[in-house]
C-alpha cells in the first residue's frame, strides 16, 4: 500500500504544473469534430521567419478561451497551435505578439526546460515523501505535493517573462501586446481570473505585467526617436 503515497503525490504535483495544457490543450485536442487547421499567412510566416530564422506551421483549434500553446521542442519541427478565439480576435500587430511568444518558447528550449523542471522537483518530492511511513501519510504528501507545484509554477513563469520579454522587444509595434492583453483579460475570466490564484496556479505571465513590458518598451522606442 506504500505506493499509494507516490501516486498521490505524483498525481497533484504533476496536476498543478500541467492541468493548463492538460485542460485545454489535450482535452479540447481529442473532442469529436476537432480539427487542426493550418494557417496559410504568408505574409505573417515570411515575418516570422525573417525574426527568427526558423519555419513554423501555425494551426488553429476550437477552444472557448483566448490562448495559445508552443507544442514542439527542438529537434522537432516547431508547431505552434493557437485557439480560433484568440486568432480571430486579434490583428496582426497582436497576433506578431503571441507568434513571437510561442516561437521563443521554441528556440529557447523551453518546452524541454518545463520537463526538467518538472523531473528535477518531482525526484526531490519522492524523496521528499520517502520519509512518511505508516497510515498518516495523505495529509502531508498532499501538502508537499500541492506546495512544490505551486513552486513549479513559479520557476515555469521566468521561462514566460523570457518568452514576453523576447516578444516585446521584437514586434515591430508592442502597442499590439498591449491591446492583445486587454482583448484577453476581457475574455479569460473565471475562478483563475483571482489575482491570488493566477499567482499560485498559473504559469503565463500576468496581464498587467505584460502590458508594463510592452509599455516599457514602447517607451524606449520612443527615446530612441527623440
Ligand atoms: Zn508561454
Redesign the pocket.
Given at each position: 500500500m506504500y505506493s499509494l503515497k507516490y501516486l498521490v503525490f505524483s498525481v497533484i504535483f504533476l496536476g498543478i504544473a500541467n492541468w493548463g495544457a492538460t485542460y485545454y490543450f489535450l482535452v479540447h485536442l481529442f473532442k469529436p469534430r476537432q480539427k487542426l487547421v493550418s494557417v496559410k499567412d504568408k505574409e505573417m510566416l515570411a515575418k516570422l521567419k525573417r525574426k527568427t530564422g526558423l519555419d513554423f506551421s501555425i494551426k488553429l483549434m476550437e477552444i472557448d478561451k483566448m490562448i495559445g500553446f508552443m507544442i514542439s521542442s527542438p529537434p522537432f519541427l516547431p508547431v505552434m497551435v493557437f485557439s480560433n478565439k484568440l486568432f480571430n480576435a486579434f490583428n496582426n500587430n497582436e497576433r506578431e505578439w503571441v507568434l513571437l511568444?510561442e516561437a521563443a518558447?521554441y528556440f529557447l528550449w523551453h518546452s524541454l526546460k518545463f520537463a526538467l523542471s518538472q523531473l528535477i522537483i518531482l525526484i526531490i518530492g519522492l524523496l521528499l515523501i520517502n520519509k512518511f511511513i505508516g497510515n498518516n501519510w495523505i495529509l502531508p504528501v498532499s501538502l508537499i505535493g500541492l506546495i512544490l507545484g505551486v513552486i513549479y509554477v513559479q520557476i515555469a513563469k521566468i521561462f514566460?517573462y523570457e518568452?514576453d520579454n523576447y516578444a516585446a522587444t521584437h514586434m515591430d509595434n508592442p502597442k499590439g501586446m498591449i491591446t492583445g492583453n486587454i482583448k484577453m483579460r476581457k475574455a479569460n475570466t473565471g475562478i483563475l481570473a483571482n489575482p491570488l490564484m493566477k499567482k499560485l496556479f498559473i504559469i503565463?505571465v500576468p496581464y498587467e505585467e505584460r502590458i508594463k513590458l510592452a509599455e516599457r518598451q514602447l517607451n524606449g522606442l520612443k527615446m530612441h526617436d527623440g
Open positions: 511568444h518558447h514566460e518568452a503565463a
